[in-house]
């Protein structure tokens, strides 16, 4: 199996598979993609449904078979997942507020910040107990890390309880004509503006250039995709991909279902290799460089 691991004189970059805890298929597909060193970063969801004790180990052989993989905490405040700390508020019965709820209350300042910090820190202590460690990076489920209000609670929790992790910044590197060409790219570019100043103000590193960011639903060529993602991306960026097999626990806790297969197929292919030999890009190794971050 061709690997994609960094070279001397590369562009290197993230490549980082979301969800993992979701559903044990996709589960298993982040898993193959590491064992074949097609992704170097994955993003563990503790209030994930499939996120025990069998799971956990299953990721932890994975990576030590593979200590080129970083792995990250998926911290999450969005339905219909449930918090971990019983009195958080505001909920959708005993689940998060849906995504636009979420923003909703955050652009218009109306979350309680040492609630969701104590949130985010009972998420991070899970991933330290089930992996002996804090996270190597912090991301966000549905970029809420990115949101008004929550991007403090989310970087002050950071800051304590995994002090030498960077955190995932979604600004884009693009045009502005390209950047308004992608409505979901542009709003998480204006969000990540304000992330990224807290996050200097912390000292928290942040990967410098993001990509990934699509409307799933037009169910487009991951392969098209993928090459506009590549273009312009910097030394030390990051594309965010959500590899999976779809499942019943799947369908029923997520939209995203079938174009997880397809992005799998792709990662998993000849293709996906050449395209990164054509574009002189190789993926970071985790054991070796962390270096490729901005403060």
């Known amino acids: 199996m061709t690997s994609v691991s960094a070279a001397g004189g590369q562009r290197r970059i993230w490549l980082c598979a979301d969800d993992y805890g ?23 969801m503790m209030v994930g449904p499939a996120i025990d004790r069998a799971e956990i180990d299953a990721l932890k052989v994975t990576v030590s078979e593979n200590p080129g993989c970083a792995i990250g905490l998926h911290a999450t405040m969005t339905a219909p997942f449930q918090p971990m700390t019983m009195h ?54 549905q970029h809420v890390q990115s949101f008004p209000q929550v991007r403090d609670a989310f970087l002050d929790a950071v800051k304590q309880a995994a002090p030498d992790a960077w955190v995932r910044q979604c600004g884009s590197t693009g045009s502005l004509v390209d950047k308004m060409a992608n409505p979901k790219a542009a709003l998480l570019d204006a969000l990540s503006s304000g992330l990224r100043r807290a996050a200097r103000n912390r000292g928290i590193a942040f990967n410098p250039g993001f990509a ?40 029923d806790l997520d939209p995203l279902t079938d174009q997880r297969e397809r992005e799998y197929e792709y990662l998993a292919g000849s293709e996906f290799p050449r395209l990164l030999v054509t574009n002189g890009v190789a993926l970071i190794d985790a054991s070796v460089d962390l270096s490729h971050r901005t403060r």
């Open 212 to 251: 990934g960011a699509y409307d799933f639903a037009r169910r487009p060529e991951f392969s098209s995709l993928m090459a506009d993602f590549l273009d312009g991306l910097p030394d030390g960026g990051l594309i965010m991909c959500h590899p999976g097999y779809v499942d019943d626990a799947l369908r």
């Open 22 to 44: 979701m559903s044990p298929g996709v589960n298993r597909a982040i898993r193959e993609l590491i064992a074949m060193r097609r992704i170097n970063a994955t993003s563990v």
């Open 88 to 141: 958080f508020r505001p909920t959708d019965g005993s689940a998060f507020l849906p995504l636009g709820a979420m923003l909703r209350n955050a652009l218009l300042r109306r979350l309680d910040r040492d609630m969701m910090r104590t949130e985010f820190e009972a998420q991070l202590a899970a991933f330290a107990l089930a992996f002996g460690a804090p996270p190597a990076y912090a991301d966000g489920h």
